[in-house]
T-cell receptor
């Protein structure tokens, strides 16, 4: 079992729709969860982070965390073509010790179609 | 405030050659990291550092070395380059750790694309 799993996609949604991206993790002791967006040929950039169960909203983005089920999701409302990118889920696993090391999933490619 | 700066952006090496990827940050971050990203494989941690003079191995350290003589700089050394080291390398930094907070957020450099032929 991979430590952080994401469906590689591509996930295609029409413009204006809600895109739902999911991520599961293996370590129940995990503490912090991050969503990064990566455009082709560019470096990852932070969208948002979450560490408490429930929802966290930032503009069109909502992160949802369910520690009991060990999943974290990202919802993108009113999807725009500019949202087309690869979305990386990153987790600070509970057993990573010092250094704030993040373990990344392989990413989900999102395509927003006109 | 430049953030995290990596050089070079592109490099082609021959098998067996050595080189150093440079990384510097001007945000006074304590923690620095080197990741590599292969197509469809996500980011894999090579080495990290929690402060000047302190480094530790990540998930895929073989074939690499690092040093951290200052807070700002964290170079990655490739010795005896192999085709398996063809990848995109990202340097990142974060303020620190402790309770979950924005201090845990990683800021990435623009990346260095390395090809070993």
């Amino acid at each position: 079992q991979k430590e952080v799993e994401q469906n590689s996609g591509p996930l295609s949604v029409p413009e204006g729709a809600i895109a739902s991206l999911n991520c599961t993790y293996s370590d129940r002791g995990s503490q912090s969860f991050f969503w990064y967006r990566q455009y082709s040929g560019k470096s990852p950039e932070l969208i948002m982070f979450i560490y408490s169960n429930g929802d966290k909203e930032d503009g069109r983005f909502t992160a949802q965390l369910n520690k009991a089920s060990q999943y974290v999701s990202l919802l993108i409302r009113d999807s725009q073509p500019s949202d087309s990118a690869t979305y990386l889920c990153a987790v600070k696993l509970g057993l990573t010790g010092g250094g704030n090391k993040l373990t990344f999933g392989t990413g989900t490619q999102l395509k927003v179609e006109l | 405030n430049a953030g995290v700066t990596q050089t070079p952006k592109f490099r082609i090496l021959k098998i067996g050659q050595s080189m150093t990827l440079q990384c510097t940050q001007d945000m006074n971050h304590n923690y620095m990291y080197w990741y590599r990203q292969d197509p469809g494989m996500g980011l894999k941690l090579i080495y990290y550092s929690v402060g000047a003079g302190i480094t530790d191995k990540g998930e895929v350290p073989n074939g690499y070395n690092v040093s951290r003589s200052t807070t700002e700089d964290f170079p990655l050394r490739l010795e005896l380059a192999a085709p398996s080291q063809t990848s995109v390398y990202f340097c990142a930094s974060s303020l620190g750790q402790g309770i979950p907070s924005g201090a845990n957020v990683l800021t990435f450099g623009a990346g260095s694309r390395l090809t070993v032929l």
